[in-house]
């Protein structure tokens, strides 16, 4: 990222760590400096969503639908991202080894 910040992605990907991380100020710092539009819009849409605006990320949910909806899989991903429950992985340690990689893999969808 140093080398190329401009870079497509990187930094939504990081913002995508530091929601993963509990740290939405600094996923919002992060998605804000995103040079690809649909990576922003996308972006925003959780961010601001985990902040509490749920205006800022209606709107920007709204605008990225408008824009690309093409992109179906990033639209269901930011809708599961607001109704995805707060701590999935709770039960983790009640699951047999067979059933983690699944959890693992939600958590990872979800975030």
């Known amino acids: 990222m140093e080398l190329s910040p401009a870079l497509p992605a990187v930094h939504h990907d990081l913002a995508r760590v530091y929601l993963a991380q509990q740290r939405p100020q600094e996923a919002l710092a992060e998605i804000e400096q995103e040079p690809e539009p649909v990576w ?27 824009k690309y909806s093409e992109d179906a899989y990033q639209v269901a991903t930011a809708y599961a991202f607001r109704v995805r429950p707060k701590t999935p992985l709770n039960g983790l340690k009640k699951r047999t080894s067979a059933e983690i990689p699944v959890f693992l893999m939600l958590r990872l969808i979800l975030c």
Not at 46 to 58: I, P
């Open 40 to 66: 922003r819009l996308f972006g925003q849409a959780l961010v601001y969503h985990e902040l509490g605006n749920k205006k800022e990320a209606d709107a920007a949910l709204g605008e990225f639908i408008a």
